[in-house]
């Protein structure tokens, strides 16, 4: 269930409140006149089943309440009402199946907007792959895969693309770039100071690595992957199981490829660099189509959902 707490004009109440009457899966609807400030105007709150989620939140905007009031919307951990059964039970669907666009747009708009706390958490990881990939170790590969908080924007390009946000989609695409550039950037005069304190070698980079040598050597299992792990991302964001997102970061080979590129190219390898970009790439391009896929595939089930609902 989630639970809506919108602040109405006072001339819109009951346009609001028959809207919200008329949606298949809404209960404990509560009217407050006069009790909001900033913005004037009345109080209401109501729950509605994560299936009818959308359709509600999109009918409210089309109100332009987003723009004359407040749309405020969180999950319930936990409901103990018949009324809210029967919600739920009523709404089309299944809630796992639900996406609230809005929710996901503005969760992406988040995630995919250049910071210094973004390039900060890419490079950290970076670097920490880097370390993981002089000294063969799949420990440090892993830790560093959890860490990149690359998907967000490619989440952005997929939800951009999908809706139709050009201005979404260069903002998810110039944190990605940048945010790389950045990293390697850095990762690079992090090796060279690593050698400087014989901590890293060049011998260590082309020596034997039976853990960490494919990170340069892409083929169709690393695309292959990368479709795999981008559904599953896509399907962790839209159905609120964020859980699943550290098993796609820990799937994909995106960077400990920047790391093996960034460190390869401190030395003056150009073939590892080369390969490990390559790498980088083909992970990137794979998660982007199989996450824009996944998007398409679930707005056209849900929408075939609702449309039988509405014959019904």
Known sequence: MLHLRLIVPADRTEEVVGTIEKTVGTTHLVVVPGAARDPAGDLVLCDVAREAGDG?????????????????VEDIGLSLSERAEKAEKDAPGEAADAVLWEQLQDATHEESTLSVTYVAFLSLATMIAACGVVLDNAILIVGAMAVGPEFGPLAGICTALVQRRPRLAVRS????????????????????????????????LHGERPNTGFIYAPDWFSFVVGLLAGAAGTLSLTSAKSGALVGVAISVTTVPAAANAAVALG????DQTRGSVEQLLLNLLAIVVAGTLTLLAQKFFWARQRGRTRRA
């Open 267 to 270: 030395y003056g390898d150009l």
């Open 56 to 72: 509600l939140i999109s009918g409210l905007c089309a109100l332009g309440l987003d723009r004359s009031g407040s749309i405020a």
């Open 173 to 204: 695409l110039v944190a990605l770039l940048v945010g790389f550039a950045a990293a390697m950037a850095l990762t690079v005069l992090f090796g060279l100071a690593m050698d400087a304190a014989g901590l890293f070698s060049e011998s260590m």
